[in-house]
């Protein structure tokens, strides 16, 4: 870290005014920017809190009067509270970052460093796992899964991810360990070190950066996944945040979308701070740790 | 289906401590007794009434659990045929008259004739209601309430143009000649008289009916050709050329839910729906909304109109218990109590006492949906016969071609013709 | 690429043949066991399942029936819907992904280092991946794209008289291309990623070299990003062509105006899960696969002329 900050500070000092006006001008643009990415959260914020009437035939960001009732509502709105619903996906999304993490990496650093006979081969029938989707193995996954007893658990959810099944993650962390100096593993080799310790001690502390981007996606998706929910739990009880708000609303009858909305950005809340502390750890990574070639 | 206890012995055995303590405090039940699933779309309301039903009626049956599942439309259908596929389907399935065809006939639903009269109480239903849940001459679906297609009409918008809403001798002519004034006052921004309803399946059936044809034959053949389709397609190019209609760019924004709706959106002053949606519509609307029958095609025409059912309950043919499953719905139908939970949210009830108990305490909009299907008079003619294999895609089908009129890619003739061709490979496929 | 031996220097040639295949291949395949796991359990049952079911016909609620090839067969020569999804997905495919890669590379390289509030900056570059395709999504999109949404605001102030972008046939793909770009957040993180892989000191010994920030970025950068460009670009073509939801939730599942925005699996899930077809779906999906395939297996031959491992 201190590194870096000395660098920057070097920079800083050399500024000079076009370098000055260029920072300002991609501070603007970055702004400007921001504002584009920010709108939809400020639509939703500004539906959560206007009459349900005006949701859909107003487009302007200013609800015409204000209203906080759809919070309260929409916690306590269905038979479970979303409390129970933030947990579960909450365990739900833990459970998957720890299995992803694990075995993709175990996987990722066979591929990527281990020579073993039928490599190529098995590396393209992972990348081949990612190309079929997923509308035509639901069936039989579930039937499987069932004759598992594992439907109306957490466990066709969660223990795929500590069996590697996404092959996204391999691939990438595949990618990412190819990229680590040859040097160092090497090195390590002929200190006689196992390839588990190689694996353990040189690969993974060289990896943050690919490991939290791992962590990162692996807990969004599974937050934001709604068809595994679906089809797999059927107690309310065990519901997770999407398909909560899943329950708000329904084409063809009433539905309370100021609730829908409400719980939308609540939802928003806990994957925006997993992602706002893990993307440290992306700033952590092999440029910064004073790793010469 | 899985019993809790082994799902619990598997938990335990197999899964890490925090996913077996996150599932929760143990629901063990005790002692024997009957498990029935029951899953139903719908969204919080429906909810509300349905657990609350459930609730009393194992009250009044201790020894019967019954475990309720809801998901929203779009979502309940890939989740049913995903169970049903699996052999884990719910004991009691809430079906849509679309789809209890397709389940029936492939064996995924049981006959309940065997039931009644002595487990399910259908004393109070009329025939049609038993008929709109039968399927080749069977019993598999028990009607929850009556509902009929209906026109949702912006009084708001009517008045400020100074129309009175119509009476039922409306005809296709008025109709295009109200939107006309409508769009052409231009009162709101951006608005037309109404929607375009050249893509709309059930329109287009009211519309064929008071032809004297139907949408299917018996056998489940077509029952209309391509003049009546191209007649049809030229009906709705003329509204479109009156302006009396929303162009075919603003009434493609409809993916036919509520919220999409010209009406919701504010675009035009009429659309459409069905009756029991009434209370949807009404809020997602400052305006007052009322529903009109669909117009006649000149008058002194009727009998477009059918009292369908808006949903029913049927039972898995997978079902273990299909009795106490039987004995639930007679429940849910018949009882005063749960009726007054129930109100007219799924559709005017079939039992008429039932709807005779309710009718004292229905407010505004339940009550406007009782007098709209009872106000129907020779609007409404028999129930058509029911709709074949390949039905749903051709529903989708007449959208899409629609469309393509709509937006110059088709004549209304060669429109026309596509959609019988098109129409004719689908029901041979099946 | 150097062979190297898996568990240290030990002396293999007193052993059998079984135990020298094991020293060099037992660690790949120890490593490999979860993954060995969950393919032969979870993942290659099913997938074969579905194979045999391309050559039924299988309306899911009663026993598949064996048809041999006439899925096949109708998809080659009978189905335009098929055509129409394929013409969808190619242009969806071939527009988008290559716009999300330019926008998420630029993006990371001006949210790398040296400005204040970057974490801040990145989770809300991020934000619109979060939102995923929800509801919110729809509304927001038509609220933008109709005839009288915000963009035709705005391009009212430059007299150009827009059209419903989102509900006409001819416009409708681009709004769910910029969807697909306007969301680049997991591509913007990869990149940052591997940009945070590179050394810095080769940078500094640039800087002394007095190389320009430009050609710091064609010599040094891109060739060492160049692993984690050819990553995204075959996911992000994978994805793209997989691409379900935002198609569903903006189209309301019928993939229109007029066909227009009938991803291919869209059309999928429509045979299957709308028209009780899984048979024919299944067909489909293995049609898409074999697609898939050949593009991917084409990006790793053209790999070894540009990507640039470090071993």
């Not at chain 1, 996906?89 to 650093?109: D, E, P, R, T, W």
């Not at chain 2, 309940?76 to 719910?90: C, D, E, K």
Request: aromatic share 14%; net charge negative.
């Amino acid at each position: 870290m201190t590194d870096i900050a000395a660098f920057d500070e070097t920079q800083q000092r050399g500024l000079t005014k076009r370098k000055l006006w260029m920072s300002v001008l991609l501070h603007g643009l970055l702004i400007g920017g921001s504002f584009i990415m920010l709108y939809p959260l400020l639509w939703m914020l500004s539906a959560s809190f206007r009459p349900e009437e005006e949701i859909f035939s107003s487009t302007s960001l200013i609800p015409s009067s204000i209203s906080f009732d759809a919070y309260p509502r929409g916690w306590f709105g269905l038979q479970e509270s979303f409390g129970t619903f933030f947990w579960n996906s909450f365990v739900i999304s833990i459970l998957c970052v720890i299995g992803n993490l694990m075995a993709c990496s175990l996987a990722a650093y066979a591929f990527a460093r281990l020579n073993f006979w039928g490599r190529n081969f098995w590396f393209a029938i992972m990348l081949g796992t990612l190309m079929l989707p997923y509308h035509v193995t639901l069936v039989p996954q579930y039937v499987l899964f069932l004759n598992l007893g594992w439907v109306g658990t957490f466990l066709p959810l969660v223990v795929p991810k500590y069996l590697a099944v996404d092959a996204f993650f391999i691939f990438l962390m595949v990618q990412f360990f190819r990229g680590i100096p040859r040097e160092l593993t090497e090195a390590a080799m002929m200190d006689g070190c196992s390839a588990w310790r190689i694996y353990w001690k040189v690969m993974l502390p060289l990896s943050l950066p690919v490991l939290a981007t791992a962590a990162i996606f692996t807990f969004i998706w599974t937050w934001d996944d709604f068809f595994g929910p679906l089809i797999y739990l059927t107690d309310m009880r065990d519901y997770t945040v999407q398909l909560g708000l899943r329950s708000f609303v329904d084409s063809t009858g009433l539905s309370d979308w100021s609730g829908l909305f409400a719980m939308s950005i609540l939802s928003l809340v806990p994957v925006f701070f997993f992602f706002l502390f893990f993307q440290r750890l992306l700033i952590e990574g092999i440029a910064t740790t004073g790793l010469k070639r | 289906m899985v019993s809790r206890v082994s799902r619990r012995t598997i938990l335990a055995g197999g899964a890490a401590a925090l996913s077996a303590t996150a599932i929760g405090a143990p629901r063990l039940a005790f002692g024997q007794e009957t498990r029935l699933r029951l899953m139903w779309w719908g969204s919080q309301p429906r909810a509300e009434r349905t657990f609350e039903v459930t609730k009393l009626y194992m009250e009044q049956n201790p020894g019967v659990q019954i475990d309720g599942e809801t998901v929203g439309w779009d979502d309940y259908w890939p989740r049913l045929a995903t169970q049903v596929a699996g052999r884990n389907a719910p004991d009691i399935i809430q079906m849509d008259y679309r789809y209890i065809f397709e389940y029936a006939r492939r064996d995924a639903l049981a006959p309940l004739d065997e039931f009644v009269p002595d487990v399910l109480n259908l004393s109070g239903f009329d025939q049609a209601a038993l008929d709109g849940g039968s399927v080749d001459g069977a019993l598999y679906g028990i009607s929850l309430g009556a509902n009929s297609s209906a026109m949702m009409i912006n009084k708001a918008a009517f008045d400020e143009v100074g129309i009175d809403i119509p009476d039922n001798s409306l005809t296709f002519d008025e109709l295009q000649r109200i939107g006309m004034e409508i769009t052409n006052a231009g009162k709101r921004r951006n608005f037309y008289g109404i929607a375009d309803g050249s893509g709309l399946e059930p329109f287009f059936e009211n519309y064929v009916r008071q032809r004297g044809k139907a949408l299917y034959t018996e056998d489940g053949q077509l029952a209309f050709d391509a003049e009546d389709v191209r007649e049809w397609f030229e009906l709705w190019a003329a509204m479109r050329e009156a302006k009396a209609c929303v162009p075919p760019d603003v009434q493609a924004l409809d993916k036919n839910q509520i919220e999409t709706g010209m009406v919701s959106l504010g675009h035009a002053a009429v659309s459409y729906g069905h009756s029991n949606q009434l209370v949807g519509y009404q809020a997602l609307n400052k305006d007052p909304i009322v529903m009109h029958a669909y117009p006649r095609i000149a008058a002194g025409v009727g009998g477009g109109h059918y009292r369908k059912p808006s949903m029913f309950f049927s039972i898995s043919s997978q079902s273990q218990n299909p009795e106490a499953a039987a004995a639930y719905i007679s429940f849910f139908v018949n009882d005063p109590k749960a009726a007054e939970i129930l109100d007219v949210e799924r559709g005017v009830p079939e039992s008429s006492a039932v709807r005779e108990s309710l009718a004292p305490k229905l407010d505004d909009t339940g009550r406007a949906a009782v007098e709209y299907i009872g106000g129907l008079g020779d609007l409404a003619g028999p129930l058509p016969p029911p709709p074949p294999l390949g039905a749903g895609e051709i529903d989708r089908m007449l959208l899409r071609v629609s469309q393509e009129v709509a937006f110059g890619q088709h004549t209304p003739q060669s429109g026309a013709e596509a959609f019988i061709a098109e129409a004719e490979s689908i029901l041979a496929r099946g | 690429m150097t062979t190297i031996a898996t568990s240290g220097p030990i002396s293999a040639q007193s052993r059998g043949w079984l135990a020298r295949a094991w020293t060099r291949n037992g660690a790949g395949y120890m490593f490999l066991l979860p993954w060995f796991i969950g393919f032969f359990g979870l993942t290659a049952g099913p997938a074969l399942v579905s194979l045999y079911l391309s050559f039924t016909s299988f309306d899911l609620l009663t026993a598949p029936r064996w048809i041999g090839l006439d899925n096949y067969i109708r998809i080659a020569t009978a189905d335009p819907k098929f055509m129409a999804s394929m013409r969808v997905t190619f242009f969806f495919v071939l527009v988008s992904v290559p716009l999300k890669l330019i926008f998420a590379l630029a993006v990371a390289m001006a949210l790398n280092r040296g400005i204040r509030g970057l974490p801040w900056y990145r989770a809300i570059f991020y934000l619109p991946s979060l939102l995923g395709a929800s509801v919110a999504i729809s509304v927001l999109w038509r609220q933008l794209f109709a005839g009288d949404g915000l963009v035709n605001s705005f391009l009212a102030n430059f007299g150009i008289e827009g059209p419903s972008w989102i509900s006409n046939p001819n416009y409708s793909i681009y709004t769910l291309i910029v969807l697909a770009v306007w969301q680049f957040g997991s591509p913007m993180i990869i990149f940052l990623a591997g940009l945070r892989q590179i050394p810095q000191d080769m940078y500094e010994a640039a800087e002394l070299d007095g190389a320009s920030k430009w050609r710091q970025f064609w010599k040094i950068t891109l060739p060492l990003l160049t692993p984690v460009v050819f990553f995204n670009a075959v996911v992000q073509t994978i994805e793209a062509f997989k691409a379900f939801t935002p198609a569903f939730i903006i189209s309301g599942g019928t993939g229109g105006p007029i066909n227009s925005t009938l991803f291919y699996t869209l059309y999928l899930y429509q045979e299957a899960f709308g028209f009780f077809r899984m048979g024919y779906a299944s067909a489909l999906a293995w049609v898409l696969l074999v697609i898939i395939a050949l593009f991917t297996a084409f990006s790793f031959l053209t790999a070894r002329y540009w990507v640039h491992y470090d071993d």
